[in-house]
């Protein structure tokens, strides 16, 4: 079956940097996203990934290992507004995407 | 610039009433269209994709359905609501762009309780 991992709940404090793990098992791979989504929100694309290695886009970066079916997604120099759910989804071979639970983020002061 | 609609915002319906929820696209031509269901600290769930006019697939068993009946309308329906179909539901659309990546965009979503 297809599967998607990731942490529940994370806390970091403001400033800080913050990595968010993301482990998947898929039919066929077209890419990796990971959305960021506020409470009651719409989720919002943060970064895609299809080949191996890190993207960078100012204070988020995302890691792609594909032989490993493994990324992470980097927050640096955090700040309260950055306390949300972030949502790790994966395209398949037919171009679907699979979702993650999502990774709640708490951000302290 | 694309731009993606639902309505309503948020709707409290008996159980066993019907639903009716719409989505429309602008700014963009033959989009694969999609309605997920998000339960509270939940995943998102597929419910149905499209890739076309009158073209729908079903993901879950369920008593919902949706229709296509515009290039960039999609509807989701219930004859008969259920408790269970509470959640968060969210239209998204995409392009399947030159490099593969099929971006979805999502709509502000629509907050159904079903009491």
């Known amino acids: 079956g297809q599967n998607i991992d990731q942490p529940t709940e994370m806390t970091a404090t403001e400033g800080a940097i913050v990595q968010i793990n993301c482990t998947y098992q898929?039919?066929?791979?077209?890419?990796l996203f990971w959305y960021q989504q506020h409470a009651g929100e719409a989720p919002t694309f943060l970064s895609y990934?299809?080949l191996d290695g890190l993207e960078e886009k100012g204070r988020f970066s995302s890691f792609l290992s594909r032989s490993k079916g493994y990324s992470y997604l980097l927050l640096k120099e955090l700040q309260m507004k950055d306390s949300a759910s972030y949502l790790c989804?994966?395209?398949?071979?037919?171009?679907?995407?699979?979702w993650g639970a999502g990774t709640k983020l708490i951000i302290k002061p | 610039s694309q731009t993606i609609h639902q309505w309503p915002a948020t709707l409290v319906q008996p159980v066993g009433s019907p639903l009716s929820l719409e989505c429309t696209v602008e700014?963009?031509?033959?989009?694969?269209l999609y309605w997920y269901r998000q339960a509270a600290g939940r995943g998102l769930q597929l419910l149905f994709y499209?890739?076309?006019?009158?073209?729908i697939s079903s993901e879950v068993p369920q008593n919902l359905s949706a229709s296509r009946p515009q290039d960039r309308q999609f509807i989701l329906s219930s004859k008969k609501l259920l408790l269970s179909d509470s959640g968060f539901y969210l239209c998204?659309?995409?392009?399947?762009?030159?490099?593969?990546?099929?971006?979805?965009?999502f709509g502000p979503g629509t907050r159904l309780t079903v009491l």
């Open positions: 998204a659309w995409s392009v399947l762009g030159t490099s593969g990546a099929d971006e979805q965009f």
């Open positions: 700014g963009t031509s033959n989009p694969n």
């Open positions: 499209s890739v076309g006019i009158g073209q």
């Open positions: 898929t039919s066929g791979f077209n890419g």
């Open positions: 990934n299809v």
């Open positions: 989804a994966v395209s398949d071979s037919n171009y679907q995407l699979i």
